[in-house]
């Protein structure tokens, strides 16, 4: 994860063919993986926000949001299902979710310059009714519960990334993810980091995968790959 856009650079799976895929140790540790790293960040962009409007990155690009916002829509999500934005960062899926007529949000982020961007952010939006808690989801206690759809953009893979126990961060995550969703609730991941089989690897447990939406790819060297992966998968009862 180098890069906020949907392109054939930066990600650990861009230019692996597929059957091919990276090995679970492809990407390093690096300071993506670093709360530190957001929380300089989101105080930049909250800065910015600011001065002049601007909410910041939008990771993986708008294609990313409207993909997720198009299956929702395929499969008939009620506009009052409980929805929880994982390491929501600046709180644009928010806003896009909430003018799509989603009205139950709430957001997480361990970052509390991301916390301030993101309320700054919906309040100019004047969406005041939606929830957005400063929460490290590897340790959130139980709080986080009932929800039919959590989404994650990019929050896994900076977890992936964190220099210190990135196993046990990833198998923290697992278990914060079976805690916050409901029976039959659903996952809807978009990674750059980890490839289709990786993502099924790590969910394989108490999960049952749905289906993968589609995102662009590319030809290198006559062999196919895809910058990013996003995938859905349901809560297994
Ligand atoms: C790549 S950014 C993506 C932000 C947002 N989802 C988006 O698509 O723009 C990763 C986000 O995950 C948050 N994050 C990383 N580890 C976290 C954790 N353990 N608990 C909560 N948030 C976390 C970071 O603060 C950052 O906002």
New binding site residues.
């Given amino acids: ?1 180098e890069d906020a856009t949907e392109g054939t650079h930066g990600c650990g799976n861009t230019s692996e063919p597929e059957g091919d895929r990276c090995s679970e140790n492809d990407f390093g540790p690096s300071i993506l993986g670093t709360k530190d790293y ?1 929380e300089d960040a ?1 105080q930049k962009e909250l800065e910015t926000f600011k001065d002049i409007g601007d909410v910041g ?4 690009g708008e294609e990313s949001m409207s993909r997720v916002l198009r299956w929702m829509d395929k499969v008939k999500i009620p506009e009052n299902a409980a929805i929880l ?6 709180g ?2 928010l806003v896009e979710l909430a003018k799509h007529g989603y009205r139950n949000l709430t957001a ?4 509390p310059a ?1 916390v301030e961007l993101a309320r700054n952010v919906l309040q100019a939006e004047d969406l005041t009714d939606i929830t957005v808690k400063e ?4 340790n959130c206690q139980g709080e986080l519960k009932d929800f039919d759809v959590c989404i994650d ?3 896994f ?3 992936s990334l964190n220099p210190h126990d990135t196993e046990e961060g990833k198998k923290l995550y697992v278990q914060a993810l079976k805690d916050a969703l409901k029976d039959k609730g659903f996952f809807a991941v978009t990674s750059c980091n980890w490839t289709k089989e990786q993502l099924l690897d790590r969910f394989s447990e108490g999960f049952e995968f749905v289906q993968e939406l589609p995102t662009p790819s590319f030809q290198f060297g006559g062999r196919t790959g895809n910058s990013v992966t996003a995938l859905i998968f349901k809560r297994l009862c």
């Fill in positions: 994860m957001w989101y990155e939008i990771w993986f934005d994982i390491g929501t960062g600046n644009a899926f997480i982020d361990y970052s991301s929460m490290d989801f590897l953009k990019g929050t893979d900076a977890i």
